[in-house]
T-cell receptor, first 114, second 110 residues
Framework: GAGVSQSPSNKVTEKGKDVELRCDPI?????LYWYRQSLGQGLEFLIY????????KSGLPSDRFSAERTGGSVSTLTIQRTQQEDSAVYLC????????????FGPGTRLTVL | GQNIDQPTEMTATEGAIVQINCTYQ??????LFWYQQHAGEAPTFLSY????GLEEKGRFSSFLSRSKGYSYLLLKELQMKDSASYLC???????????FGKGNQVVVIP
């Protein structure tokens, strides 16, 4: 596609429910990243996928967070038993190959946990 | 680890020049990125510096000093559309994360 797409653009959920956020990276990009941005804060790294390698999950804040990437393309970030502190904008980015390559960001999913 | 520091907010007049600073500490160095983020939108790439010196791209220039752990973004001939947050980011050494600063909010007034 022309750019990174994410869905949904907005998600409101109740505390304790599970949510799934989707990211479609730019076609041909082998690296995919998830970040979280809380109000007035910088981007917080969550997880990184590169090709068929094991993902770097070191930024996931708790075991309620998980992500997968199917077929080296689409990725899903799942948050189980959501908490109010999970409310943030979740941004996905992709790059051609590695950290020195420019990351292109999707529009984000704004998650609100009531 | 990585530590990135940016001032939080500045206001400038249309047509003026602003300099946005970023200092960083990193256990290795693999370049520095600048991104622009308008309110409610995703960050967009502005520049990437890996060597010391100034790189100019139209109204925007970015400077890097690796020995000082310092970079700045220079915005010339400010326009209202330049009102945004400007984020600097450095890749973690040895892996593929980007560590972002909190961003500098630039407000352009007429």
């Amino acid at each position: 596609g022309a750019g990174v797409s994410q869905s949904p653009s907005n998600k409101v959920t109740e505390k304790g429910k599970d949510v799934e956020l989707r990211c479609d990276p730019i076609s041909g990009h082998t690296a995919l990243y998830w970040y979280r941005q809380s109000l007035g804060q910088g981007l917080e790294f969550l997880i990184y996928f590169q090709g068929n390698s094991a993902p770097d999950k070191s930024g996931l804040p708790s075991d309620r967070f998980s992500a997968e990437r199917t077929g080296g393309s689409v990725s899903t970030l799942t948050i189980q038993r959501t908490q109010q502190e999970d409310s943030a904008v979740y941004l996905c980015a992709s790059s051609l190959f590695s950290r020195q390559d420019t990351q292109y960001f999707g529009p984000g999913t704004r998650l609100t946990v009531l | 680890g990585q530590n990135i520091d940016q001032p939080t907010e500045m206001t400038a007049t249309e047509g003026a020049i602003v300099q946005i600073n970023c200092t960083y500490q990193t256990s290795g160095f693999n370049g520095l990125f600048w991104y622009q983020q308008h309110a409610g939108e995703a960050p967009t790439f502005l520049s990437y510096n890996v060597l010391d010196g100034l790189e100019e791209k139209g109204r925007f220039s970015s400077f890097l000093s690796r020995s000082k752990g310092y970079s700045y973004l220079l915005l010339k001939e400010l326009q209202m559309k330049d009102s945004a947050s400007y984020l600097c980011a450095v890749p973690f050494y040895g892996n593929n994360r980007l560590a972002f600063g909190k961003g500098n909010q630039v407000v352009v007034i007429p």
